[in-house]
């Protein structure tokens, strides 16, 4: 799911990716179930729901209607759009805590995942061949995102998109995003790629084998099985790796380049050197000191070093293909996952390093305890939402080096502790 957003929707919403789908994902795609040709009953709304729910959709006709969508495929797809309220109870849910990412990657990477993605591999290698050539996307990345998103296709949900996305949009708290997504969905009915009945997703809307939002779907998704029709909600999963695979080639995926390898820091490295927009050419790297954790040389290609878990766990230099990734789902434990499924699928080595596993979790309103104190002591986290994205991050960054710390960017119970005091 980011795609940003407005693209598609990543994790459960209110998990790492302030999304999986959704991160929501994150699996990350967010409220997925079993897949089924059988769409998921609507539960009851109240009396007043349903009404303001019809009124809005009466009142939402105009604007679909002066966005392309015929009169005709509007009222044919909104004629059995009932207001659901589970998918508002499933959107206005948060977690307390979010996992770190060392969980998190146990559970993308396991045993069964890896397995099952290596017998995809093999039963779909003609096509993924083809893929590949034709995309120039290694296939073990878009089996990866497969595996990611839907468990190899098992769990795409059976909610009926429609009726998810009207609720979304008519009840108010991101109804703009989803009032865009919906008038996509429309799009892509009026097109003949699906018919409202068998438009099936997760509740937020996250559609087919790699869950991709309407607006992504309209950006990126191909017939590749030349049948007139993108059918990313076939059983056969080839239209949605396909169109994954034209999703990250438009991202900027270079074939054959590692998304990333691990790396040792030498110590008293300079933290200020790590992050996703630092990037230096590999030897260049070498000459600070990084050796990889393989032994192996350095490469020539230009990366930059993260260090997802901060100065005490392990660190990566990673290429273009992550940052191609990270296009699709904005996390970068997503972005990890997906990486080192598809080096995991290929018969590649894991991460050498240890995590940090000691460390207690920190609580979402502990995460905004954070950037609450951050922004009173002058440096700007933004809103205390307790998703600690990228200005949380360098802010967190300039309190540790203004107070003699490693600036590794990452939030612990230590780090709270020093701005408590």
Not at 22 to 40: E, K, N
Not at 103 to 112: I, K, M
Not at 158 to 187: C, D, H, S, V, W
Not at 377 to 400: H, N, R, V
Request: hydrophobic share 40%; aromatic share 8%.
């Amino acid at each position: 799911m980011t795609r940003t957003l407005l693209t598609r929707i990543s994790f459960a919403t209110a998990t790492v990716a302030a999304l999986s789908a959704c991160g929501m994902p994150l699996s990350r795609s967010p409220g997925s179930v079993s897949s089924s040709t059988t769409p998921a009953p609507i539960p009851a709304a109240s009396a007043g729901d349903e009404a303001g729910f019809q009124r809005f959709v009466q009142s939402f006709r105009p604007r679909a209607v002066a966005a392309g969508i015929s009169p005709a495929v509007y009222d044919r797809a909104m004629a059995n759009a009932h207001f659901n309220p589970e998918v508002i109870r499933l959107d206005r849910r948060q977690s307390e805590f979010t996992k770190p990412i060392w969980e998190y990657l146990d559970g993308a990477v396991s045993a069964n995942r890896v397995t099952t993605g290596r017998q995809k591999a093999s039963q779909l290698a003609g096509l993924m061949r083809a893929i590949e050539a034709r995309y120039g996307v290694d296939s073990e990345y878009v089996l990866a995102i497969w595996g990611m998103e839907s468990n190899f296709g098992a769990n795409r949900g059976n909610t009926r998109i429609i009726p998810a996305l009207a609720t979304l949009a008519y009840e108010g708290r991101r109804g703009e995003m989803f009032q865009q997504q919906l008038i996509a969905a429309l799009k892509i009915i009026q097109a003949g790629d699906v018919d409202a009945d068998h438009m099936l997703g997760s509740w937020a809307g996250a559609m087919g084998h790699t869950q991709f939002m309407p607006s992504s779907f309209l950006s990126y998704a191909v017939d590749f099985t030349g049948d007139g029709r993108r059918d990313i909600w076939s059983d056969d999963p080839s239209d949605s790796l396909a169109s994954t695979a034209a999703y990250l080639a438009r991202s900027g995926w270079q074939r054959g380049l590692p998304w990333g390898v691990e790396v040792v820091l030498p110590s008293g490295f300079n933290y200020n050197q790590v992050g996703r927009t630092i990037k230096k050419p590999g030897g260049t790297w070498a000459g600070m000191g990084v050796r990889t954790a393989s032994g192996a040389a350095m490469p020539g290609w230009n990366g930059a070093i993260i260090a997802p878990a901060g100065a005490r766990g392990p660190a990566f230099l990673v290429s273009q293909n992550f940052n191609a990734i990270r296009a699709y789902n904005a996390a970068d434990s997503y972005v990890m996952g997906v990486g080192l499924l598809g080096d995991a699928i290929a018969g590649r080595g894991g991460v050498r390093g240890s995590w940090p596993r000691g460390d207690a979790p920190l609580s979402n309103a502990q995460k905004a305890e954070i950037q609450n104190r951050l922004n009173g002591k002058g440096y700007p986290a933004g809103e205390p939402d307790g998703k600690l994205g990228t200005q949380s991050i360098e802010a967190i960054k300039a309190f540790q080096r203004a107070s003699g710390m490693s600036p590794d960017g990452y939030a612990t119970p230590a780090l709270l502790a020093a701005l408590r005091r």
